[in-house]
């Protein structure tokens, strides 16, 4: 039988090719007696097992592939004169040439012989090219022609003496000055080109050269398609994006990797985030063995921190570069431009505290800022009102939300809530304020806010709305989460962090504060509980600890005051009030309340702190914040003058913290509408995601289309007061109307603010 | 997030490994279009310098259809040996078309429609290959399977034992056989070359 003669010439050969070469022989004439046919199948099979092939030795691909034919010195293509190979480009060999007519030497880069056969293929290749010729600019290589010559298609640009980045970054980091010079020229070039509507596409290391006199040009531009929106054209992208896919994918954004994506100039973005980190850190962000290692890890890593040795600023801005989403990013090249040269040009430790850079936001943003200097501020307790010379850095840069920042006692750490992981909750994140390295602390998909330190600084305590809601603590270096008071809010430590405020009950939405609110304070070890305030309607943003820790402060209305609240005015019987902690003891600060009397918001108070005494209060005014310190007597039942402001905050400040060395850290936000369009069906269901619109650096309001759906009108708030834009939604173009009259607003429904 | 979610690879693939043999039709003329838009792209691009390996582009098709965070470790195996088996395909009526073309009246620039230039030499050995690996078929059609994963699927031997469901040993000693097996039929119908 076939079979089973198959079977045994199986078996001899698995013995077989188990002994060694010379004892082969011996053990097939033994084991197939007088079957020399057998034998001979199986010494056959043993041989060929030692034999090579080619094909099957390889891969099935790699042997069968042709090459581009190699062009030699003095070959000529039309009227171009090859002189000699420069390298390899992305898609075939580059050479020196010279143009024989225009008398003048070019690079020309020549095409695999694969598209030869296709018409179509040269056609758009042309048309592309064609397009990257129009872009002139002194960062991008000039385009002059693309042709074709018998088997050969060619392509004919700028020829630049120097250095790819790919060469420069061999040698190690760049400093932080070359950097930020090459970084900015990217970016300008790049932010010409995505005008133009040109995308790369294929940005990376090797596709950037430095000239010797320190320009930075960027090399094949717009071999990829040109922009075109959405229509017929753009099934021509998914070949075209690919031009990276095999060589170097390390650089291609994640909507790249996953293909069949819409990429725009923000894919550009990702690839230069990308791109910076390797320059500062002289490393791959991404890495793996192979390229689909190197994609998956696109798609799913955030690569490790930068060198101590860079800005942790510059830290920050890869990293909102190479955000996995594209709305989380910089929006254009021009915004990360200006960030660039935004960063100090000396090393991290010569950061100087910087005034609040003048971002612009795609969405809500709150961001956390650090006043420095403040410390000097509190020991000179002059009474003057003069404004101190306090000064700012910005400590967060995340689009989307940041909020409830709150700084270790030590001043070393800071914590806050931010939706940067997932948009979809708030985490806890703690960050070391002079490096800027980060830890998550809470990683569940519920919300999670006000986090406070412990006075070692070790801890954080917060407020989880996780099952019914409760306040962890968990190591500020992070770690396991634990459970610590179930139902309560607001978790503030004592000064010797024996003890812990909070709150339990309903959030109040009245006004005159709220009796649902019971204020507690707990052993942090365990043990009684005592109900601080009993009997007082209280606003819940207001309890602070005295700085020696032996007593509660809080505004709301207490005792006999209540029963008149409802018959009189609105404010009657508000009054600061000091309890023991205990909540035995209570007394009045008549004064105090007066400080919110003019303002239309509920009072809080950020912190009390000592030497000298006083309380650390936001106060809104219109749009903007002053923090202001009120200065309190030490038993906390005497108000004192003036009131100092320390600082003025453009947005609405939420929470302001302060560590024992006089830093405070308050968390600062603005709202920037911008307008959006999502593409809604016939049957009224939402087909699409939502599409940003506007980019501008002002919030964007009240957008009205034409009803062709081609123009879209809209106010903004850029420059002097509110104007009216008109935008071209199919060319892109867009006008300031011109007269400056009064302007009819009509809500339309596309408009949506992101949060 | 991961992958298409637009795509029903995912699904079939699920579906498959639980019973439903009969998705294997569906799945496989959408793995066959995204191997051909993966491979004319990395054809078009192909370097010097870099090997192409199938595997590549079979994990690319991977990573692009199947939505990883539901797809397991023996999901992801007989995805790669239905690929394996249409990359096979592929690559060898490639190769066919070229062979033709050459009997019919030597034209220099193969008019094909999609990218894979094979060199004339190097398609007649892929037929042949493919035409001897179909003989194994017929003597032990798991080694011939196993060939077809290894060698156009670039699988490893770990997939390999995961999508036929035997030990990696097995693998391993069929893989060994095989090629020793087709060696010996290739040389034989090419006495010349060598």
Redesign the interface.
Known sequence: MKADRWRKVEELFEAAQLLPLDRRGAFLLEACPGDAELRGEVESLLKAAGSSDALLDGSPLSSIVERAPALKAGDKLRNFQIMGPLGRGGMGEVYRARDLRLKREVAIKTLPPAWAGDRDRIARFEREARSASALNHPNIVGVFDVGHEGDVSFIVSELVEGETLARLIERGPLPIKKLIEAGSQICEGLAAAHAAGVIHRDLKPSNIMLTRDGRVKILDFGLARQERGQGPESTTMEVSHAGSILGTPGYMSPEQVRGGEATDARSDLFSLGVILYEMASGKRAFGGASSIEVMNSILKDEPPELPVSSPPALDRIVRRCIEKEPARRFQTAADLGFALQSLPMGSATAETPKTKVAWKWAALVTGLVIAGGAYGLWKHSSLSSAQPETTFRRLTNDPGLTSDGAISPDGKLFAYASDRADPSHLDIWVQQVDSGGLVRITNDPADHADPAFSADSTQVAFRSERGEGAIYIAPAIGGEARLLIPGGKRPRFSPDGRMLMYWTGQEPHDVRGSSEIKLWVSPVAGGESAQIAKGCRLFEQTPVWSPDGSRILFVGTCGSDIETLGSRTQNYGLKGWISTIDGKHLKSNRDLYGIWRTIHAPPAIGQWIAKPSRLLIPLPSGDATSITAVPISEEGTEMGDPIQKLAFSGGNVARVSAALDGRIVLSSGTMEPHIWSLAIDSKGSVSRLPRQLTFGPAGEFFPTLSTDGEKLAFLSNRANGQRLFYRDLVTGGRKKSQPRGTVTTRLCSIMTARS | M???T?SPVTELLLRWNGGERSCLDELIPLLEQELR??A??????????????????I??AY??LVDQSRANWANRAHFLAAASGI??HL?VDH?RGLCRERRGGAK?????KE?????PA??K??VA?NDALDELAE??PRKAQVVEMR??G?LSVEEAAEALGVHPNTIV?DW??A??????E??RGAPDEG
Not at chain 2, 108 to 112: E, G, K, Q, R, S
Not at chain 2, 115 to 119: A, G, H, T
Not at chain 2, 179 to 184: C, G, H, N, P, S
Request: contains cysteine.
């Open positions: 991961g992958a298409n637009a838009r993966i004319h792209c990395h054809m078009r691009n192909e370097r010097p310098g870099h090997t192409l390996q199938t595997t590549a582009l994990n690319e990573l692009k990359m096979r690559l190769a220099l620039h193969l008019p094909l990218d894979l230039v094979f060199s190097k398609s050995a892929l290959l003597l032990n060698y156009f670039g000693n060994r056989l090629r020793a097996w087709l060696k010996r290739l040389a």
